[in-house]
């Protein structure tokens, strides 16, 4: 799957990017997002080091580097990062993370940091150029303790990284969900998993409906749209998980 033009007009657009294999059978597929306004870009969670090139042939049909104007890292999972490295040699461009995991980056290979910006725990606005600004929004503990999302609110798409993930089997692979409660066996096991808590889901939740969202886009699987936006986020508010389910003896 490549190259969806989740919402496109004039000047704008916010585009799914690439769906990378990981390269293992038993690896997680991970979605890239790029956002365009008037020639700028913005690439949300770039991806691992080995699909990188792929990465970079299907932003080359849309921008150069020099026209990458920002990198934004929901969290710092080698799915996300792993290949940052790399992009930093080709750009300019500034990264954003939340900045609990500034400290732990350099792990991953990383010279420079000054080309890192701390997103804090608040959230903020990332100005990227005149008419082209995005919101950074807290997702803490969900499932990282410094998760942040992408807000455009010329697409009203939410980029919400590991929030919504859909782990498809290997014979499944529509780009949208429409229909919820046939696509719910697919994200409810990763979901009580790895999500922290209702109480960190609600959270969540309460802030995304004040938001005027009509996509939300998870760093796995399929773009939630219409009906189902309103069914996953009822779902959500209301999931027991994480350490909702942890027993005495501390399994979960």
Known sequence: MRNIALFSSENHQFILLNESEPGEEDGV?????????????????PGGFGVMPRVLAEMLRYIGPQQ?????????????VGGISTWLDLTDAPVYVSRIWLRFLPHYGIRGMHRFVGVPDEGMVFEVAPGF????VPAHFLHSEGQINVYDPQS???????IGAAILP??????????????????????????????AARIWVNMVRRLDVDMIAPQHGPVYRGQAVKDFLDWFSELQCGIDLMTDSGHV
């Open 170 to 199: 290997g014979d499944q692979n529509y780009a949208y969900v429409d229909d919820f409660q046939a696509h719910l066996p697919y994200i409810e096991a990763f979901h009580r998993r790895y999500m922290c808590s209702n109480r």
């Open 156 to 162: 009203r798409i939410l980029f919400s990284g590991d």
């Open 68 to 80: 990458l104007k920002g990198i934004v890292l929901s969290h710092q999972d080698p799915d996300i």
């Open 29 to 45: 597929r991970s979605n890239q997002y790029l956002v365009l306004h008037d020639g700028d870009g913005v690439l949300l969670d």
């Open 133 to 136: 600004d995005l919101q950074l």
